[in-house]
Every structure is written in structure tokens, then in C-alpha cells.
């Protein structure tokens, strides 16, 4: 009975492995903040999101070890129940004041913040427009809500204009979602394009920006590079990358944060996040709220990068560089392990069918030197 449920899957796998899209788990140790051992080869990562190093911070280290030794290497129940260690409230606090909102809820990763805030705010009377390039987790997010969903074209206002036009009138609320930088491409969203059609037609826009959160607008994320500050209602972060740890978070006003306690189901129904790892965050966020210009080097690394590679000058810290195939873009990242570099391979479903490409991400630790000789074999890589 079951050896043709296991040969089914056999064929799943061999058609994925035909199309060079299977994935495999390679053991990496992150040894360092800069190197990694991969396939028994040291190489320079350029692939991590730990955006400014903190994961292997001393202090933040330090930090995690005391909380694990005062209160356990786990929260014991969910946060509902007995995991609310209190931890959480200054972190929340933390998060809210730093972020400028009136409150903030913290999750177990940024992947369960999207899955549970979206089904929790939204019915089958509403209306939700996202962007064709929107993360996964909002895709499961919107898949769990009750409400229409419309996809509108990757950045653009005047297509999203047009669904407003024909759709808004026939839901009760609208809401609009885009995210401050998009994580494969690296590109920002048009939140002021975008804040400028919610509030003509009444709606309210729930941002993404776990790639701008620690590295843009001094830290405090992609709405703070604009003056004045664009409205949104609900903004989603991650404690994964930036800030080093892990975890997720929200930040809103009060009564959508109350809310979210008695509706979200991934933030109800699961085990609170472990002491140690609150520690973690709270300690980076506090050296993000020190150390302001910490912030402004991943993106000035991939500037520089791109100045030397020859390449367009890029939007954030991730530098995508499409090579259309799957097996092309294998070998491309292959070429540069050989060189000493560990740059990802994205290939179809993470990113459209013929977009395979290399995804470079950079860090405040990475070393200019380093960043040169990377843009040196990119440049001889593809000339032509
Ligand atoms: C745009 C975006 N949103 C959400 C997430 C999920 O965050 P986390 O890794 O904390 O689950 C990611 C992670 O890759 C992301 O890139």
C-alpha cells in the first residue's frame, strides 16, 4: 500500500531533479561572521541575511547565554498559556517605540507573523491586492484568509490603480500589500505610489520589510528613507536577519496588536520563542538603536560591489544577478566557489520560471578588499 504513495513521490522528485531544481540541505558552519565551510571548503559567504553581523556578536551572545541559564533553553507553553516570559514585553516595547507605532506583537519567525496576522485581520467581505512578487509567507497567509485575493503586476501603480477601480467598491475594506525591499530581486517597493492609492481609494497597506528592517532608513526600516514618513497601517519585520536572532514581529496600532492575541492562530497555538533568543534580539536591537551608521554599510558594500562587477547600481544590500537557467546558474555559483565565494543558486519556484539567478547579499563585515576581488570574478564572469 504504501510503496505506491513512496513511488509517486520517487517521480515527483525525478522530475524536479530533471528540471535541476532540487534542492539539497549542505551542511554550512558558520565558523565565523565572514566564513563559512561548505563542501569541506572555506569560502566567503554572500549569501547570509545576517545583514550586520549580530548573530556573532559577543554582547548578543553573552546576553542569549545569561537568559538560557535564568530561565531554560525553552519558554515551556505558548505565549497564551505560561510562555510569556517577560522578555517579551521589553522587547515589544522596544520594537514599538524604535518603530515609531503605537504597539508591537512578536511571533515565532517572520514566516508565522505573515501566515497568522493576514487570516486574523482580513474576511471574506474584504478585498486583498498583493504584489505578484510578494514572500511565501504572504502568499500562505493570503491562501488562509477568507478574503478575495488579486495579485497585481510587481510594482505597479497603475495596474493596481486598475484593479482598485473595478474591484474596491464591492468589498468593505481593501487592503494593499508590498514589501520594502523584495528579497530576490532586491528592489524597493513604490510605497508612496502605493500610500497615495490607499488613501484615495480607502484602503490600508500592510508592509513587508524584512529586508529594511536594521539596514534601511537608519535602521528603522524602508518607510524612513522617505520624508514624510508614508502611511502605513501594519508593518511585518523579522528578528532573522538584521537583527541576527530569530523570530518575527508586527507593529500596529494598539487595538490591531489586541486583537492579533485573541485571532492569530501562529502566534496562539505554538510554543513561545526560547529565552535565549529573545535575549539575542533585544540585545542587537538595542546596539542598532547605539550604532545608527552600523546600519548604512550592507547597502554601501553592495554599492560598491556593483561599481566594481559593472553593474546597475543597486536598491538595497541584494544584488540579483539573473542568468535565466537553472543549470547555467548551478555552474555559475560552482564557478565562484572555486574561487573562495559561497554565492546562492535561486532557481524556480523561490523566483519565476526562467529567472535562475545568483543572489548576492552583503554585510557590515564583509571586508572591501574582499568586495573587490568578489566584483573582479563577477566582471570576468560575465562579460559578455
Ligand atoms: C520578504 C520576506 N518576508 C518574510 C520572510 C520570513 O522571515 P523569517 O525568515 O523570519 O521566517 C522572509 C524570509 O526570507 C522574507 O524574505
Do not use: W
Request: some cysteine; glycine content about 6%.
Amino acid at each position: 500500500m504504501n510503496s505506491k504513495i513512496i513511488s509517486l513521490y520517487k517521480n515527483k522528485l525525478s522530475d524536479i531533479s530533471k528540471l535541476s531544481q532540487a534542492r539539497n540541505l549542505v551542511t554550512t558552519r558558520r565558523d565565523n561572521d565572514l566564513n563559512v565551510i561548505r563542501n569541506k571548503k572555506q569560502l566567503i559567504s554572500f549569501s547570509c541575511n545576517d545583514y550586520l553581523g549580530l548573530s556573532k556578536n559577543k554582547e548578543v551572545i553573552n546576553e542569549s547565554i545569561k537568559a538560557t541559564k535564568k530561565y531554560g533553553s525553552g519558554s515551556g507553553a505558548s505565549r497564551l498559556v505560561s510562555g510569556n516570559n517577560p522578555l517579551y514585553e521589553e522587547l515589544e516595547n522596544l520594537l514599538a517605540k524604535y518603530k515609531k507605532s503605537e504597539s508591537a506583537c512578536v511571533f515565532g519567525s517572520g514566516f508565522l507573523t505573515n501566515a497568522g496576522i493576514i487570516p486574523a485581520l482580513t474576511s471574506s467581505k474584504d478585498l486583498l491586492l498583493y504584489d505578484e512578487l510578494s514572500h511565501s509567507s504572504t502568499n500562505i497567509g493570503l491562501k488562509l484568509s477568507n478574503a478575495k485575493s488579486i495579485k497585481f503586476k510587481h510594482n505597479d501603480a497603475n495596474h493596481l490603480e486598475s484593479l482598485l477601480k473595478k474591484h474596491r467598491n464591492n468589498f468593505f475594506h481593501c487592503f494593499i500589500f508590498t514589501e520594502g525591499v523584495f528579497s530576490m530581486d532586491g528592489d524597493r517597493g513604490k510605497i508612496r505610489e502605493l500610500a497615495m492609492l490607499a488613501n484615495k481609494y480607502d484602503a490600508s497597506i500592510i508592509l513587508d520589510d524584512a529586508h529594511g528592517f536594521g539596514v534601511l532608513g537608519q535602521g528603522r526600516g524602508s518607510l524612513h528613507e522617505f520624508n514624510p514618513v508614508p502611511e502605513v497601517l501594519i508593518q511585518m519585520g523579522t528578528l532573522s536577519k538584521a537583527i541576527g536572532s530569530y523570530g518575527g514581529f508586527v507593529t500596529a496600532p494598539k487595538t490591531i496588536i489586541k486583537l492579533l492575541h485573541s485571532k492569530a492562530r501562529s502566534l496562539i497555538y505554538t510554543t513561545g520563542l526560547p529565552p535565549g533568543t529573545l535575549a539575542a534580539s533585544l540585545k542587537a536591537l538595542k546596539i542598532i538603536i547605539k550604532k545608527p551608521d552600523l546600519t548604512k554599510i550592507p547597502y554601501e558594500h553592495a554599492k560598491l560591489f556593483c561599481k566594481n562587477a559593472g553593474l546597475p547600481t543597486p536598491e538595497s544590500s541584494i544584488v540579483s544577478k539573473i542568468l535565466y537557467d537553472e543549470r547555467h546558474t548551478i555552474k555559475a555559483s560552482k564557478i565562484f566557489e572555486n574561487h573562495g565565494y559561497y554565492i546562492g543558486a535561486i532557481r524556480p519556484p523561490t523566483v519565476p520560471k526562467n529567472t535562475s539567478r545568483l543572489r548576492f547579499t552583503f554585510s557590515s563585515v564583509h571586508k572591501k578588499k574582499d568586495i573587490k576581488k568578489l566584483a573582479q570574478v563577477s566582471r570576468n564572469l560575465f562579460k559578455d
